[in-house]
Protein backbone atom coordinates (compact mmCIF):
# COMPACT_ATOMS: atom_id res chain seq x y z
CA UNK A 1 0.00 0.00 0.00
CA UNK A 2 1.42 3.47 -0.84
CA UNK A 3 2.48 5.84 1.80
CA UNK A 4 0.69 8.27 -0.38
CA UNK A 5 -2.92 7.38 -0.27
CA UNK A 6 -4.62 7.67 -3.96
CA UNK A 7 -7.66 9.35 -4.00
CA UNK A 8 -8.84 8.84 -7.45
CA UNK A 9 -8.89 13.04 -7.91
CA UNK A 10 -7.36 15.58 -9.73
CA UNK A 11 -5.22 17.90 -7.92
CA UNK A 12 -5.86 21.56 -8.26
CA UNK A 13 -4.26 24.15 -6.69
CA UNK A 14 -3.57 22.03 -3.37
CA UNK A 15 -7.11 20.73 -3.04
CA UNK A 16 -8.24 17.45 -4.38
CA UNK A 17 -11.16 18.13 -6.84
CA UNK A 18 -14.00 14.73 -7.77
CA UNK A 19 -14.61 14.92 -11.39
CA UNK A 20 -18.08 13.87 -12.53
CA UNK A 21 -17.82 13.13 -16.24
CA UNK A 22 -17.27 9.48 -15.58
CA UNK A 23 -14.47 6.96 -14.08
CA UNK A 24 -11.34 5.92 -15.64
CA UNK A 25 -9.19 2.86 -14.27
CA UNK A 26 -5.77 1.59 -14.10
CA UNK A 27 -5.00 -1.56 -16.14
CA UNK A 28 -1.97 -3.80 -15.84
CA UNK A 29 -1.19 -4.83 -19.53
CA UNK A 30 0.53 -7.48 -18.51
CA UNK A 31 -2.64 -9.58 -16.76
CA UNK A 32 -5.27 -7.12 -18.24
CA UNK A 33 -6.09 -6.71 -14.98
CA UNK A 34 -8.12 -3.45 -13.43
CA UNK A 35 -6.15 -1.53 -10.94
CA UNK A 36 -7.97 0.74 -8.53
CA UNK A 37 -8.96 3.28 -7.68
CA UNK A 38 -11.52 4.58 -9.63
CA UNK A 39 -10.08 7.88 -11.49
CA UNK A 40 -13.34 10.83 -11.54
CA UNK A 41 -12.69 12.66 -14.51
CA UNK A 42 -13.49 16.49 -14.70
CA UNK A 43 -15.98 18.02 -16.73
CA UNK A 44 -14.81 21.17 -18.69
CA UNK A 45 -16.80 23.54 -16.14
CA UNK A 46 -14.20 22.38 -13.64
CA UNK A 47 -10.92 22.46 -15.34
CA UNK A 48 -11.52 26.63 -15.26
CA UNK A 49 -10.91 26.44 -11.44
CA UNK A 50 -7.43 25.07 -12.55
CA UNK A 51 -6.41 27.94 -15.15
CA UNK A 52 -7.92 30.49 -13.09
CA UNK A 53 -5.82 29.40 -10.31
CA UNK A 54 -2.66 29.29 -12.87
CA UNK A 55 -3.25 32.74 -13.58
CA UNK A 56 -3.38 34.11 -10.24
CA UNK A 57 0.35 32.78 -10.01
CA UNK A 58 1.99 34.02 -12.80
CA UNK A 59 2.88 37.18 -11.66
CA UNK A 60 4.61 35.81 -8.03
CA UNK A 61 6.39 32.95 -9.41
CA UNK A 62 7.50 34.19 -12.71
CA UNK A 63 9.56 36.89 -10.24
CA UNK A 64 10.72 34.31 -8.17
CA UNK A 65 14.34 35.03 -6.49
CA UNK A 66 16.37 32.70 -8.64
CA UNK A 67 17.20 30.71 -5.35
CA UNK A 68 13.83 30.57 -4.23
CA UNK A 69 13.02 29.18 -7.85
CA UNK A 70 15.80 26.67 -7.52
CA UNK A 71 15.35 25.74 -4.23
CA UNK A 72 11.53 24.69 -5.35
CA UNK A 73 12.87 22.81 -8.16
CA UNK A 74 15.35 21.15 -6.10
CA UNK A 75 12.44 20.29 -3.38
CA UNK A 76 10.75 18.32 -6.45
CA UNK A 77 13.45 16.16 -7.36
CA UNK A 78 13.85 15.64 -3.05
CA UNK A 79 9.91 14.38 -3.12
CA UNK A 80 9.83 11.87 -5.63
CA UNK A 81 12.65 10.31 -4.62
CA UNK A 82 11.01 10.06 -1.11
CA UNK A 83 8.08 8.00 -3.06
CA UNK A 84 10.50 6.18 -4.93
CA UNK A 85 9.82 2.29 -4.06
CA UNK A 86 5.85 2.70 -4.71
CA UNK A 87 5.88 4.98 -7.80
CA UNK A 88 8.15 2.00 -9.69
CA UNK A 89 6.28 -0.65 -8.51
CA UNK A 90 2.93 1.45 -9.52
CA UNK A 91 4.62 2.42 -12.49
CA UNK A 92 5.57 -1.28 -13.14
CA UNK A 93 1.75 -2.46 -12.97
CA UNK A 94 0.26 0.56 -15.26
CA UNK A 95 2.74 0.41 -17.94
CA UNK A 96 4.14 -3.51 -17.84
CA UNK A 97 7.61 -1.31 -17.93
CA UNK A 98 10.52 -3.62 -16.56
CA UNK A 99 11.91 -2.29 -12.71
CA UNK A 100 15.55 -2.06 -14.25
CA UNK A 101 14.36 0.44 -17.23
CA UNK A 102 11.57 2.33 -14.37
CA UNK A 103 14.61 2.53 -12.23
CA UNK A 104 16.55 4.51 -14.95
CA UNK A 105 14.03 7.12 -15.69
CA UNK A 106 13.21 7.93 -12.04
CA UNK A 107 16.71 8.79 -11.94
CA UNK A 108 16.35 11.04 -14.81
CA UNK A 109 13.26 12.58 -13.66
CA UNK A 110 15.13 14.31 -10.49
CA UNK A 111 18.32 14.77 -12.14
CA UNK A 112 16.78 16.94 -14.77
CA UNK A 113 14.69 18.61 -12.35
CA UNK A 114 18.36 19.34 -10.40
CA UNK A 115 19.84 20.24 -13.67
CA UNK A 116 17.15 23.25 -14.20
CA UNK A 117 17.55 24.41 -10.94
CA UNK A 118 20.99 24.69 -12.03
CA UNK A 119 20.34 26.68 -15.20
CA UNK A 120 17.66 29.04 -12.87
CA UNK A 121 20.45 29.60 -10.24
CA UNK A 122 22.98 30.60 -12.92
CA UNK A 123 20.06 32.80 -14.69
CA UNK A 124 21.37 33.18 -18.70
CA UNK A 125 18.28 31.64 -19.56
CA UNK A 126 16.90 35.47 -18.40
CA UNK A 127 18.16 36.88 -21.35
CA UNK A 128 19.70 40.22 -19.34
CA UNK A 129 21.04 42.43 -22.15
CA UNK A 130 21.71 46.41 -21.68
CA UNK A 131 22.53 49.06 -23.64
CA UNK A 132 23.42 52.45 -21.36
CA UNK A 133 21.96 55.62 -22.76
CA UNK A 134 23.97 57.60 -25.09
CA UNK A 135 23.25 61.36 -24.23
CA UNK A 136 25.96 62.79 -26.37
CA UNK A 137 25.66 60.03 -29.46
CA UNK A 138 25.20 62.22 -32.81
CA UNK A 139 23.40 62.30 -34.65
CA UNK A 140 21.21 61.50 -32.23
CA UNK A 141 21.16 60.26 -28.58
CA UNK A 142 20.71 56.83 -27.58
CA UNK A 143 17.70 56.08 -24.47
CA UNK A 144 18.72 53.60 -21.87
CA UNK A 145 17.22 49.87 -23.39
CA UNK A 146 17.16 47.26 -20.81
CA UNK A 147 15.98 43.45 -22.16
CA UNK A 148 15.32 40.18 -20.49
CA UNK A 149 12.99 37.02 -21.19
CA UNK A 150 9.60 37.28 -19.05
CA UNK A 151 7.54 33.73 -18.94
CA UNK A 152 4.62 33.27 -21.32
CA UNK A 153 2.38 32.00 -18.81
CA UNK A 154 0.40 29.38 -18.05
CA UNK A 155 1.44 26.39 -19.87
CA UNK A 156 -0.76 22.89 -20.38
CA UNK A 157 1.58 19.78 -20.65
CA UNK A 158 0.07 16.31 -21.72
CA UNK A 159 1.43 12.80 -20.01
CA UNK A 160 3.34 11.08 -22.13
CA UNK A 161 2.68 7.38 -22.14
CA UNK A 162 5.57 5.68 -22.55
CA UNK A 163 7.68 8.15 -20.25
CA UNK A 164 5.29 7.50 -17.42
CA UNK A 165 8.28 9.45 -15.20
CA UNK A 166 10.65 11.60 -17.05
CA UNK A 167 8.06 12.66 -19.77
CA UNK A 168 4.95 12.80 -17.71
CA UNK A 169 3.63 14.85 -14.69
CA UNK A 170 6.62 15.99 -13.69
CA UNK A 171 9.10 14.99 -16.37
CA UNK A 172 11.18 17.64 -19.48
CA UNK A 173 8.42 20.02 -20.55
CA UNK A 174 6.77 20.08 -16.86
CA UNK A 175 10.46 20.92 -15.85
CA UNK A 176 11.20 23.01 -18.19
CA UNK A 177 8.06 25.38 -17.53
CA UNK A 178 8.55 25.77 -14.66
CA UNK A 179 12.23 26.30 -14.58
CA UNK A 180 10.80 29.36 -16.84
CA UNK A 181 8.66 30.67 -14.44
CA UNK A 182 5.18 29.38 -15.47
CA UNK A 183 2.42 27.71 -13.64
CA UNK A 184 1.60 24.24 -15.25
CA UNK A 185 -1.35 21.85 -15.29
CA UNK A 186 -0.30 18.44 -16.38
CA UNK A 187 -3.66 16.43 -18.15
CA UNK A 188 -2.74 13.33 -16.50
CA UNK A 189 -2.05 10.24 -18.91
CA UNK A 190 -4.98 7.91 -18.14
CA UNK A 191 -2.80 5.10 -19.12
CA UNK A 192 -1.70 5.64 -15.83
CA UNK A 193 -3.29 7.42 -13.74
CA UNK A 194 -1.71 6.38 -10.43
CA UNK A 195 1.69 7.17 -11.14
CA UNK A 196 0.47 10.37 -12.42
CA UNK A 197 -0.83 10.89 -8.75
CA UNK A 198 1.87 9.97 -6.86
CA UNK A 199 3.66 12.54 -8.93
CA UNK A 200 1.32 15.19 -8.32
CA UNK A 201 1.43 15.16 -4.70
CA UNK A 202 5.33 14.84 -4.54
CA UNK A 203 4.91 18.07 -6.37
CA UNK A 204 2.08 19.48 -5.05
CA UNK A 205 3.88 18.92 -1.47
CA UNK A 206 6.99 20.61 -3.15
CA UNK A 207 4.80 23.94 -3.86
CA UNK A 208 3.43 23.82 0.04
CA UNK A 209 6.52 23.54 1.31
CA UNK A 210 8.85 26.77 -0.52
CA UNK A 211 5.70 28.82 0.40
CA UNK A 212 4.52 29.03 -3.65
CA UNK A 213 1.12 30.17 -4.31
CA UNK A 214 -0.95 26.81 -5.12
CA UNK A 215 -1.91 27.85 -8.50
CA UNK A 216 1.43 26.83 -9.89
CA UNK A 217 0.58 23.42 -10.27
CA UNK A 218 -2.29 21.42 -11.07
CA UNK A 219 -2.81 17.84 -12.11
CA UNK A 220 -6.34 17.04 -14.22
CA UNK A 221 -8.16 13.88 -15.09
CA UNK A 222 -10.39 13.70 -17.80
CA UNK A 223 -10.77 12.54 -21.37
CA UNK A 224 -8.47 13.52 -23.71
CA UNK A 225 -10.51 14.58 -26.59
CA UNK A 226 -12.79 16.37 -24.32
CA UNK A 227 -10.38 17.88 -21.56
CA UNK A 228 -7.48 18.57 -23.30
CA UNK A 229 -9.23 20.53 -26.36
CA UNK A 230 -10.93 22.50 -23.49
CA UNK A 231 -7.56 23.30 -21.78
CA UNK A 232 -5.81 24.21 -24.96
CA UNK A 233 -8.99 26.42 -25.85
CA UNK A 234 -9.18 28.18 -22.82
CA UNK A 235 -7.66 32.03 -22.77
CA UNK A 236 -5.73 31.84 -19.85
CA UNK A 237 -3.30 28.88 -21.54
CA UNK A 238 -0.55 30.31 -22.82
CA UNK A 239 1.51 27.56 -24.59
CA UNK A 240 1.79 23.86 -24.55
CA UNK A 241 3.62 21.22 -24.73
CA UNK A 242 2.45 17.43 -25.86
CA UNK A 243 4.56 14.09 -26.42
CA UNK A 244 2.01 11.77 -28.73
CA UNK A 245 0.66 10.20 -31.87
CA UNK A 246 0.74 12.73 -35.19
CA UNK A 247 -3.27 12.93 -34.77
CA UNK A 248 -3.47 14.07 -31.40
CA UNK A 249 -0.99 16.38 -31.96
CA UNK A 250 -2.05 18.09 -35.25
CA UNK A 251 -5.86 18.14 -33.54
CA UNK A 252 -4.33 20.45 -30.49
CA UNK A 253 -2.23 22.44 -33.24
CA UNK A 254 -5.42 23.42 -34.85
CA UNK A 255 -7.27 24.36 -32.25
CA UNK A 256 -4.45 26.25 -30.79
CA UNK A 257 -4.38 28.57 -34.30
CA UNK A 258 -8.34 28.35 -34.23
CA UNK A 259 -8.04 30.70 -31.26
CA UNK A 260 -8.24 34.48 -30.77
CA UNK A 261 -5.25 34.42 -29.46
CA UNK A 262 -3.32 31.99 -31.00
CA UNK A 263 -0.75 30.02 -28.71
CA UNK A 264 2.23 27.86 -29.74
CA UNK A 265 2.09 24.02 -29.24
CA UNK A 266 5.52 22.01 -28.86
CA UNK A 267 4.23 18.60 -30.05
CA UNK A 268 6.54 15.78 -30.27
CA UNK A 269 5.09 13.30 -32.29
CA UNK A 270 5.99 10.78 -35.05
CA UNK A 271 9.46 10.23 -36.27
CA UNK A 272 11.17 6.92 -38.00
CA UNK A 273 14.71 7.69 -37.22
CA UNK A 274 16.50 6.75 -40.28
CA UNK A 275 19.97 4.62 -39.49
CA UNK A 276 22.39 4.40 -42.73
CA UNK A 277 24.72 2.00 -43.29
CA UNK A 278 27.62 2.63 -45.29
CA UNK A 279 29.67 -0.27 -46.96
CA UNK A 280 32.49 0.38 -44.70
CA UNK A 281 30.86 -0.47 -41.76
CA UNK A 282 30.29 -3.96 -43.19
CA UNK A 283 33.75 -4.63 -43.08
CA UNK A 284 33.82 -4.74 -39.39
CA UNK A 285 32.11 -7.10 -36.99
CA UNK A 286 28.45 -7.39 -39.15
CA UNK A 287 26.90 -9.74 -36.44
CA UNK A 288 27.66 -7.44 -33.33
CA UNK A 289 26.25 -4.48 -35.72
CA UNK A 290 23.20 -6.54 -36.95
CA UNK A 291 22.39 -7.09 -32.70
CA UNK A 292 22.92 -3.85 -31.85
CA UNK A 293 20.66 -2.44 -34.18
CA UNK A 294 17.68 -5.10 -33.18
CA UNK A 295 18.87 -4.48 -29.17
CA UNK A 296 17.57 -0.83 -30.40
CA UNK A 297 14.41 -1.27 -31.83
CA UNK A 298 13.40 -4.07 -29.44
CA UNK A 299 14.38 -2.05 -26.27
CA UNK A 300 11.94 -1.02 -24.50
CA UNK A 301 9.29 -3.00 -26.93
CA UNK A 302 10.28 -0.53 -29.55
CA UNK A 303 8.16 2.21 -27.86
CA UNK A 304 10.65 5.05 -27.82
CA UNK A 305 10.05 8.22 -30.19
CA UNK A 306 14.08 7.45 -31.31
CA UNK A 307 13.87 3.96 -32.11
CA UNK A 308 15.63 2.93 -35.58
CA UNK A 309 12.35 2.62 -37.54
CA UNK A 310 14.75 2.43 -40.80
CA UNK A 311 17.98 1.31 -41.57
CA UNK A 312 19.16 1.92 -45.20
CA UNK A 313 22.13 -0.92 -45.88
CA UNK A 314 24.06 -1.26 -49.36
CA UNK A 315 22.31 -4.02 -52.18
CA UNK A 316 25.43 -6.43 -52.62
CA UNK A 317 26.92 -9.68 -51.01
CA UNK A 318 27.70 -7.45 -47.57
CA UNK A 319 24.38 -5.96 -47.39
CA UNK A 320 22.76 -9.48 -48.03
CA UNK A 321 25.22 -11.23 -44.94
CA UNK A 322 23.95 -7.86 -43.17
CA UNK A 323 19.97 -8.44 -43.68
CA UNK A 324 21.16 -12.44 -42.81
CA UNK A 325 22.30 -11.60 -39.83
CA UNK A 326 19.80 -8.99 -38.97
CA UNK A 327 17.32 -12.01 -38.92
CA UNK A 328 19.44 -14.37 -36.90
CA UNK A 329 19.31 -11.59 -34.27
CA UNK A 330 15.48 -11.12 -34.29
CA UNK A 331 14.90 -15.17 -33.74
CA UNK A 332 16.38 -14.53 -30.86
CA UNK A 333 14.21 -12.44 -29.36
CA UNK A 334 10.44 -12.18 -27.40
CA UNK A 335 8.02 -9.71 -27.72
CA UNK A 336 7.68 -7.84 -24.30
CA UNK A 337 4.48 -6.38 -23.28
CA UNK A 338 3.62 -2.94 -24.16
CA UNK A 339 2.04 -0.11 -22.64
CA UNK A 340 -1.79 -0.74 -23.66
CA UNK A 341 -3.48 -3.36 -25.09
CA UNK A 342 -4.84 -0.91 -27.73
CA UNK A 343 -1.11 -0.04 -28.25
CA UNK A 344 -0.56 -3.24 -29.26
CA UNK A 345 -3.29 -3.67 -30.96
CA UNK A 346 -2.50 -0.40 -33.28
CA UNK A 347 1.16 -1.73 -33.87
CA UNK A 348 -0.13 -5.42 -34.81
CA UNK A 349 -2.33 -3.14 -38.00
CA UNK A 350 1.07 -1.16 -38.78
CA UNK A 351 2.83 -4.25 -39.15
CA UNK A 352 0.03 -5.85 -41.05
CA UNK A 353 -0.64 -2.97 -43.68
CA UNK A 354 3.63 -2.62 -44.26
CA UNK A 355 3.70 -6.59 -44.80
CA UNK A 356 0.95 -6.05 -47.32
CA UNK A 357 2.89 -3.63 -49.55
CA UNK A 358 4.22 -4.93 -52.63
CA UNK A 359 7.54 -5.99 -52.50
CA UNK A 360 7.96 -6.07 -49.31
CA UNK A 361 9.12 -9.16 -47.30
CA UNK A 362 9.83 -10.65 -43.85
CA UNK A 363 13.91 -10.06 -42.93
CA UNK A 364 13.25 -11.81 -39.62
CA UNK A 365 10.85 -12.21 -36.69
CA UNK A 366 11.03 -12.64 -32.65
CA UNK A 367 8.74 -14.94 -30.83
CA UNK A 368 5.60 -13.77 -29.51
CA UNK A 369 5.84 -12.47 -25.47
CA UNK A 370 3.60 -14.22 -22.58
CA UNK A 371 0.48 -11.98 -23.08
CA UNK A 372 -1.49 -10.48 -25.98
CA UNK A 373 0.23 -6.77 -25.38
CA UNK A 374 3.66 -8.71 -26.05
CA UNK A 375 3.79 -9.31 -30.01
CA UNK A 376 6.81 -10.53 -31.96
CA UNK A 377 9.40 -7.76 -33.09
CA UNK A 378 9.67 -8.24 -36.90
CA UNK A 379 11.93 -6.45 -39.48
CA UNK A 380 10.64 -6.25 -42.86
CA UNK A 381 12.88 -5.84 -46.00
CA UNK A 382 12.82 -4.00 -49.84
CA UNK A 383 14.59 -1.53 -51.89
CA UNK A 384 14.87 1.66 -52.54
CA UNK A 385 12.75 2.61 -55.16
CA UNK A 386 9.49 1.05 -53.56
CA UNK A 387 10.42 2.90 -50.62
CA UNK A 388 10.54 5.65 -52.25
CA UNK A 389 7.20 5.67 -54.64
CA UNK A 390 4.78 4.01 -51.45
CA UNK A 391 4.04 6.66 -48.51
CA UNK A 392 3.06 3.51 -46.44
CA UNK A 393 6.46 2.73 -46.02
CA UNK A 394 7.70 5.97 -44.88
CA UNK A 395 4.95 5.69 -41.35
CA UNK A 396 5.64 5.12 -37.75
CA UNK A 397 4.80 2.08 -36.51
CA UNK A 398 4.90 2.58 -32.57
CA UNK A 399 6.56 -0.38 -31.07
CA UNK A 400 9.63 -3.20 -32.04
CA UNK A 401 9.28 -3.16 -36.22
CA UNK A 402 11.72 -1.49 -38.95
CA UNK A 403 12.12 -1.54 -42.42
CA UNK A 404 15.40 -2.46 -43.86
CA UNK A 405 15.88 -0.86 -46.90
CA UNK A 406 18.71 -1.89 -49.83
CA UNK A 407 20.45 1.29 -51.60
CA UNK A 408 22.77 0.94 -54.59
CA UNK A 409 24.49 3.91 -54.90
CA UNK A 410 24.87 7.15 -52.59
CA UNK A 411 23.30 9.30 -54.74
CA UNK A 412 20.16 7.70 -54.84
CA UNK A 413 19.84 7.42 -51.25
CA UNK A 414 20.73 11.07 -50.99
CA UNK A 415 18.10 11.96 -53.61
CA UNK A 416 15.54 9.93 -51.25
CA UNK A 417 16.54 11.08 -47.78
CA UNK A 418 15.92 14.40 -49.29
CA UNK A 419 12.48 13.51 -50.32
CA UNK A 420 11.68 12.05 -46.35
CA UNK A 421 9.30 14.10 -43.38
CA UNK A 422 10.96 15.61 -40.78
CA UNK A 423 12.71 13.48 -37.72
CA UNK A 424 13.84 13.71 -35.14
CA UNK A 425 17.43 11.96 -35.54
CA UNK A 426 19.70 10.05 -38.12
CA UNK A 427 22.46 7.85 -37.80
CA UNK A 428 25.65 6.95 -39.74
CA UNK A 429 27.30 3.59 -39.54
CA UNK A 430 30.51 3.93 -41.06
CA UNK A 431 34.35 3.77 -41.06
CA UNK A 432 37.15 6.70 -42.03
CA UNK A 433 36.46 4.92 -45.50
CA UNK A 434 33.19 6.34 -46.17
CA UNK A 435 33.79 10.12 -44.80
CA UNK A 436 33.48 11.36 -47.95
CA UNK A 437 30.13 9.99 -48.73
CA UNK A 438 28.84 11.05 -45.17
CA UNK A 439 30.19 14.85 -46.00
CA UNK A 440 27.91 14.58 -49.25
CA UNK A 441 24.50 13.59 -47.12
CA UNK A 442 25.18 15.62 -44.35
CA UNK A 443 23.75 18.79 -45.45
CA UNK A 444 20.74 16.99 -46.58
CA UNK A 445 20.18 15.42 -43.19
CA UNK A 446 20.50 18.59 -41.32
CA UNK A 447 17.43 19.87 -43.28
CA UNK A 448 15.70 17.04 -42.12
CA UNK A 449 16.61 16.15 -38.87
CA UNK A 450 17.26 17.31 -35.28
CA UNK A 451 20.37 14.91 -34.20
CA UNK A 452 23.03 13.29 -36.23
CA UNK A 453 24.37 10.80 -35.04
CA UNK A 454 28.05 8.52 -36.04
CA UNK A 455 28.27 4.89 -34.71
CA UNK A 456 25.84 4.51 -32.13
CA UNK A 457 21.90 4.59 -31.44
CA UNK A 458 19.48 6.82 -31.30
CA UNK A 459 17.41 5.29 -28.52
CA UNK A 460 18.75 6.97 -25.11
CA UNK A 461 18.53 10.67 -24.99
CA UNK A 462 21.36 12.61 -23.24
CA UNK A 463 19.59 14.81 -20.75
CA UNK A 464 22.13 18.38 -21.17
CA UNK A 465 22.88 22.05 -22.21
CA UNK A 466 23.85 20.34 -25.96
CA UNK A 467 21.30 18.15 -26.79
CA UNK A 468 18.22 18.64 -29.44
CA UNK A 469 15.41 15.99 -29.08
CA UNK A 470 13.29 18.00 -31.70
CA UNK A 471 13.35 18.14 -35.60
CA UNK A 472 10.90 19.07 -38.48
CA UNK A 473 7.77 18.83 -39.13
CA UNK A 474 6.06 15.89 -38.33
CA UNK A 475 8.73 14.93 -36.16
CA UNK A 476 7.79 18.09 -34.02
CA UNK A 477 5.43 20.81 -34.53
CA UNK A 478 8.58 23.42 -33.90
CA UNK A 479 11.60 22.71 -35.60
CA UNK A 480 13.17 25.25 -34.06
CA UNK A 481 13.00 23.89 -30.20
CA UNK A 482 14.18 21.20 -28.58
CA UNK A 483 11.95 19.29 -25.78
CA UNK A 484 14.94 17.80 -24.22
CA UNK A 485 17.99 19.17 -22.76
CA UNK A 486 17.99 22.76 -21.09
CA UNK A 487 17.26 24.65 -24.00
CA UNK A 488 14.02 23.47 -24.00
CA UNK A 489 13.13 26.82 -21.43
CA UNK A 490 12.89 29.00 -24.16
CA UNK A 491 10.10 27.47 -25.21
CA UNK A 492 8.75 29.34 -22.67
CA UNK A 493 9.88 32.60 -22.45
CA UNK A 494 9.20 35.72 -24.20
CA UNK A 495 11.35 39.14 -24.36
CA UNK A 496 10.67 41.95 -23.28
CA UNK A 497 12.45 45.63 -24.01
CA UNK A 498 12.09 48.58 -21.37
CA UNK A 499 13.22 51.62 -22.69
CA UNK A 500 13.89 54.60 -20.45
CA UNK A 501 12.46 53.27 -17.30
CA UNK A 502 13.57 54.71 -13.59
CA UNK A 503 15.56 52.42 -11.50
CA UNK A 504 12.86 52.07 -9.36
CA UNK A 505 10.37 51.02 -12.28
CA UNK A 506 12.59 48.21 -13.48
CA UNK A 507 12.37 44.85 -12.92
CA UNK A 508 15.58 43.41 -10.38
CA UNK A 509 17.34 41.58 -13.11
CA UNK A 510 17.73 44.83 -15.01
CA UNK A 511 18.75 47.50 -11.96
CA UNK A 512 21.74 49.10 -11.01
CA UNK A 513 24.27 46.40 -9.19
CA UNK A 514 22.91 43.56 -10.84
CA UNK A 515 21.73 42.54 -7.38
CA UNK A 516 20.13 38.92 -8.66
CA UNK A 517 23.97 38.57 -9.62
CA UNK A 518 22.70 37.33 -13.13
CA UNK A 519 25.64 37.40 -16.25
CA UNK A 520 24.66 39.76 -18.66
CA UNK A 521 25.20 41.14 -22.20
CA UNK A 522 26.48 44.91 -21.60
CA UNK A 523 26.71 46.88 -25.16
CA UNK A 524 27.13 43.81 -27.01
CA UNK A 525 29.79 42.33 -24.76
CA UNK A 526 28.83 39.09 -21.97
CA UNK A 527 29.63 40.29 -18.92
CA UNK A 528 30.20 37.98 -15.45
CA UNK A 529 27.51 38.42 -12.57
CA UNK A 530 30.02 40.72 -10.31
CA UNK A 531 30.68 43.02 -12.67
CA UNK A 532 28.11 46.31 -11.91
CA UNK A 533 26.71 48.35 -14.02
Wanted: aromatic fraction near 6%; include cysteine; proline fraction near 7%.
Amino acid sequence: MPTTELTGCSIIGGETVRGGAGTIHGVDPRTSSVLGPSYHQLGTDQLRIATAAAHEATSSFGNLDPSEHAQFLDKMAENIEAVRDELIERAMAETGLSRDRLQVEHRRTSNQLRLFASVVRRGDHRGVRIDPALPDREPLPRPDIRQRKIPVGPVVVFGASNFPLAFSTAGGDTASALAAGCPVIVKAHNAHPGTGELVGWAVTKAVQECGLHPGVFSLLYGAGSVIGQALVSDPLIKAVGFTGSRDAGTALMRTAAQRTEPIPVYAEMSSINPVIVFDSALDEDMDALAQAFVASVTGSSGQLCTVPGLIFVPEGIKGDAFATAVGRALSTTTGQTMLTEPIATSWTHGVETLASQDNVSLVGQGEPGPNKAAPAPAVYGTDLGTFTGNEALHREIFGAAALLVRYGSVAELKETVARMEGQLTATLHLTEASYDDALELLPVLEQRVGRILVNGWPTGVEVGHAMVHGGPFPATSEGRTTSVGTFAIERFLRPVAYQNLPQELLPEPLRHGNPWHLTQMIEGVITPPDSHR
